[in-house]
Nanobody, 126 residues
Framework: QVLLVESGGGLVQAGDSLRLSCATSLRAFNNYNMGWFRQAPGKERELVAALNWSGYRTTYADSVKDRFTISRDNAKNTVDLQMNSLEPEDTGVYYC???????????????????WGQGTQVTVSS
């Protein structure tokens, strides 16, 4: 059974930072593209950041560019999301996802990801 387990969420104030981490049991982790998604109440799940299997290609939602950084450690089978200058609009459940890589590019669509974590809540108060 493949497991993706997120950690690091919490309640913070606007302007604070959080670091989310996703530990995976994916075999051959370096064959998977990884992504972070979030879902706010009443809204659809949206891509926050993604990177390809090597970690050298990344993409971010416009709303988080220059504030969030996604990274991976292929030796530890983990993917992190460093979130700085948090805003109330960043509130939501954050999900880690993994999809087997088919090229050097990252994945942006939820349907490209085969495996999902249970999510971790991030709440940013104003």
């Amino acid at each position: 059974q493949v497991l993706l387990v997120e950690s690091g969420g919490g309640l913070v104030q606007a302007g604070d930072s959080l670091r989310l981490s996703c530990a995976t049991s994916l075999r051959a982790f370096n064959n998977y593209n990884m992504g972070w998604f979030r879902q706010a109440p009443g809204k659809e799940r949206e891509l926050v950041a993604a990177l390809n299997w090597s970690g050298y290609r990344t993409t971010y939602a416009d709303s988080v560019k220059d504030r969030f950084t996604i990274s991976r450690d292929n030796a530890k089978n983990t993917v992190d999301l460093q979130m700085n200058s948090l805003e109330p609009e960043d509130t939501g459940v954050y999900y880690c996802a993994g999809g087997r890589a088919g090229s050097n590019d990252y994945y942006t669509r939820p349907g490209d990801y085969e495996y999902w974590g249970q999510g971790t809540q991030v709440t940013v108060s104003s």
